[in-house]
């Protein structure tokens, strides 16, 4: 029998039919643009999050912020392929159903997912690069954890996963970003400083139209950090 919203025993499955149970208020065309932004829209709009803060950081950050903020946008989707990775043993572990293979009723938008629920790879990739994001940028990194929350939603919305599938998807992402990027800025810092020295990768790193730019021999190679600090009117608040 399947367990209904109303029964109130199991809480992550109430709010599964409460969330999911939107779509029947919703207009048809609005089932199309949830799934579609569920499944690869709000990814994209990640990734678009992630060049616009590079394009932002390298015209306006000092030379040394610029640095460390590139590192931590290399970083970012690193650890959303390391989140990733290490979601699949635990996936195999937990080897959790999909909801609406346990309970009727569901209006499941996005057909075809045949593997396990527990952890959602979206929710895991989408806050791993989010927090990345943030270890860059933090104004960046805000509006980028606003669009992981958002993919959480849409993954109850469409009826494919769980709640608890969202928040343990998130809670990993977060983990890996953030306890690895220590070890993983401390190693891409001096490798992007290096670039930003070499004349002809030096604009990956630091534009030419830049204020204050110096010569490329001049930028030096910075501690990685996780606390960006404010100096003045238009600074970037870097929090690598």
């Known amino acids: 029998m399947a367990v209904r919203?109303?029964?109130?025993?199991?809480?992550?499955?109430?709010?599964?039919?409460?969330?999911?149970?939107?779509t029947r208020a919703a207009p048809p065309w609005s089932d199309r643009v949830m799934a579609f932004a569920g499944e690869y829209g709000i990814?994209?709009?990640l990734v678009l999050v992630v060049l616009w803060c590079w394009w932002s950081v390298r015209r306006r950050g000092t030379p040394a912020d610029s640095v460390s903020a590139a590192a931590g946008l290399v970083w970012a989707p690193l650890a959303a392929g390391i989140a990733l990775l290490v979601n699949i043993p635990i996936r195999d572990f937990v080897e959790r159903p999909r909801p609406f293979k346990d309970h009727e009723g569901l209006e499941v938008l996005v057909a075809g997912k045949t593997d396990f629920s527990f952890v959602s790879d979206h929710a895991t990739l989408a806050m791993a690069l989010a927090v990345g994001v943030f270890v860059a940028h933090r104004g960046f990194g805000l509006a980028a954890i606003g669009l992981a929350?958002?993919?959480?939603?849409?993954?109850?919305?469409?009826?494919?996963?769980y709640p608890t599938d969202v928040i343990g998807g998130l809670a990993l992402g977060t983990a890996i970003a953030l306890l690895l990027a220590p070890p993983a800025l401390a190693l891409l810092t001096p490798l992007l400083s290096a670039v930003?020295?070499?004349r002809r990768c030096a604009r990956l790193?630091?534009?030419?139209?830049?204020?204050?730019?110096?010569?490329?021999?001049?930028?030096?190679?910075?501690?990685?950090?996780?606390?960006g600090?404010?100096?003045?009117?238009?600074?970037?608040?870097?929090?690598a």
């Open 5 to 22: 919203a109303s029964d109130g025993s199991n809480p992550d499955v109430g709010l599964l039919y409460d969330i999911n149970g939107l």
């Open 43 to 45: 990814l994209l709009a």
């Open 149 to 161: 929350l958002a993919e959480g939603f849409t993954r109850v919305y469409l009826g494919v996963h």
């Open 196 to 198: 930003a020295r070499s």
């Open 205 to 227: 790193v630091r534009s030419r139209r830049a204020p204050g730019l110096r010569c490329a021999g001049t930028v030096g190679i910075p501690e990685p950090r996780l606390g």
């Open 229 to 239: 600090t404010g100096v003045g009117p238009g600074h970037n608040d870097l929090a």
